[in-house]
């Protein structure tokens, strides 16, 4: 694979701007953009390589660490030249592109360090650098830097480009690690219970019997992130005495045990395929100090949700916004097997329909009210006696059936 911000690293190095308007799509954007510049696109590129270019002589970059992630690319630049005021400078920086058809449409990016050295007239070397946001693991300016809301594989992308590994996948989520090994990060690209395990971890944290949860953040299409301390695993019969104390209310869980209640009733009453306590073994770790904690207790009921969104996906689409369910077909699944061949993009299809026919009928019912509002009932009635498509009432003998 040719990764595009190698070719960008050598834009930067060379001058050579002909193929500019070939890697970057016309309607570009650089989330990072300076205020002097005020217009998008190839030519809001064209103008940063010109500044860089005239900032440090004899510039030099190169990439390093880049993933491709889904239609995301990150890696680290590299950049060295010399300064107006004959230092040296050298620079880090992460850059995250979203791409399509192998074409730029966005750019985010952080500056993780910069050293610059000074000849003195005794010829010393004095080297000021500035701190590394990345180093110790320092994840808040890298997130901060993608946005509100961004999705699971800006995500992945970034951290895996800032030396995060990737060390394991379940059903819903992967898990990476940091590179000091102290926390890991949960990245799902779909977790309706992410929030209500968040919170577990939050409100439980005097217990001491939960993980140290450093960051938790609902991205883009229903995803989830959790950055908490590093857990390792624990001997089958030991997971299953801590569950079997949580499920007996023992006095040394009492005060977990009504937080967990507390909050799994909240779900149930919120979520729509809440599923009971999970009592799985892996849900019961160890942290870095031998003391034991619960993990993941709340999840979604995933064979219910998945073979109803293949069956009967007007029900999804109604119970579940679009923004919470966009990258519905994107979990892992890598516990139970993978998805098999097709699933995915049948499931695809299934939901867009439904969300066409949803559009319509809440257009229709829009129509009938405006034309009721205008006194044309009749007619009113009748557009709305065609909203109700037999999808309708299959989507209702179903709720019924539950």
């Not at 690690?177 to 102290?182: A, E, F, V």
Request: negative net charge; contains cysteine.
């Amino acid at each position: 694979m040719t990764f595009l911000l190698a070719q960008i690293a050598g834009i930067f190095s060379s001058g050579e701007l002909s193929t500019v308007s070939i890697l970057f799509a016309a309607g570009y954007v650089d989330h990072q953009r300076p205020e002097w510049i005020e217009f998008d696109g190839p030519e809001e590129f064209i103008a940063i390589v010109s500044s860089a270019r005239r900032s440090l002589a004899d510039l030099r970059v190169h990439a390093s660490d880049v993933v491709r992630v889904g239609d995301v690319e990150a890696g680290v630049l590299h950049w060295a030249g010399t300064a107006d005021d004959d230092t040296h400078v050298e620079r880090r920086t992460v850059e995250i592109l979203r791409l399509k058809d192998e074409h730029v449409e966005e750019h985010w990016g952080l500056e993780l360090s910069r050293s610059v050295a000074a000849t003195t007239p005794n010829d010393d070397l004095t080297v000021i650098t500035t701190p590394d946001p990345q180093s110790n693991s320092d994840f808040g300016a890298l997130l901060a830097a993608l946005g509100e809301r961004p999705n699971h594989r800006m995500v992945e992308a970034a951290l895996r480009a800032t030396g995060w590994t990737k060390v394991a996948a379940g059903d819903w989520a992967i898990a990476l690690r940091s590179p000091d090994g102290t926390m890991a990060a949960r990245i799902s690209p779909f977790d309706p219970t992410g929030p209500y395990a968040a919170a577990l971890y939050r409100e439980a944290t005097a217990t001491g019997q939960v993980p140290i949860l450093h960051a938790h953040r609902r991205l883009a299409g229903g995803g989830d992130l959790q950055i908490m301390e590093w857990l390792d695993p624990v001997p089958e019969h030991v997971a299953a005495a801590v569950h079997r104390a949580i499920a007996e209310r023992a006095p040394e869980y009492e005060e977990l045990v009504d937080t967990i209640q507390r909050i799994h009733e909240r779900a149930k009453a919120e979520l729509p395929w809440c599923g009971p306590l999970d009592d799985n073994p892996s849900n019961i770790m160890r942290a870095s100090d031998g003391h034991l904690v619960v993990t993941d207790l709340f999840y979604a009921d995933g064979p219910d949700l998945y073979a109803t969104a293949a069956e009967d996906p007007d029900l999804v689409v109604a119970r579940i916004p679009e923004h919470e369910r966009r990258y519905l077909t994107e979990i892992p699944l890598a516990g139970s097997g993978g998805w098999q061949p097709g699933d995915q993009e049948a499931i695809r299809a299934g939901i867009d329909a439904a969300e066409v026919r949803a559009i319509l009928a809440s257009a229709t019912r829009d129509a009938a009210s405006a034309l009721a509002a205008e006194g044309l009932g009749d007619l009113s009635g009748r557009l709305h006696g065609r909203s109700g498509p037999a999808a309708l009432s299959a989507r209702s003998r179903r709720m019924e059936s539950r």
